[in-house]
């Protein structure tokens, strides 16, 4: 398989070798997009459609949709934006009535321990998903996403 067809199209089975060698591949791209301010962030956000595309694959490989990894994705997401809110909402909600500020101090570090869990909890959520794609066996054969993926051979 190609670089191409690996990283820009959905279709197909790919095995746990060429799984693991695009994500890391994506994974160093994204660290160095990282470094760049501005730039590299918006383009770390195109490399998104690139780990769904290899996501995809080898969710096939496993007889699954690549759909199924919307479940996590949503669930990172929602966790993240409640912890969001987890911070900013006893803060606004003690402003508004003009507690002391104490008060909202406290209001702030309860929320920062709830968004702490929340993020932990999407952080084991998408290490999860991230081993049980990567370590899991795909079917043996041919299935309906295609022709199983070639075997690497064994010296």
């Not at 769904?52 to 199924?68: E, I």
């Not at 919307?70 to 969001?84: A, D, H, R």
């Not at 209001?107 to 084991?124: D, E, I, K, P």
Request: hydrophobic fraction near 55%; include cysteine.
């Amino acid at each position: 398989m190609d670089w191409k067809t690996l990283f820009f199209s959905a279709d197909g089975r790919i095995g746990r070798q060429a799984f693991w060698m695009g994500w890391l591949i994506l994974l160093g791209v994204n660290v160095v997009l990282g470094w760049i301010p501005l730039l590299g962030w918006l383009l770390s956000l195109a490399t998104i459609y690139c780990n769904v595309c290899v996501f995809s694959k080898r969710l096939h490989d496993m007889g699954k949709s690549g759909w199924l990894q919307i479940w996590p994705m949503m669930i990172v997401f929602f966790l993240c934006v409640g912890s969001v809110f987890a911070v900013a909402g006893p803060a606004v909600m003690d402003g508004l009535s003009n507690a002391d500020e104490s008060a909202v101090t406290a209001a702030v570090m309860a929320g920062a321990g709830g968004m702490f869990l929340a993020l932990l909890l999407a952080l084991v959520v998408g290490f999860g998903f991230l081993l049980w794609v990567g370590l899991s066996n795909g079917e043996a054969g041919d299935n309906k996403y295609g022709p199983a993926p070639a075997q690497p051979a064994v010296a």
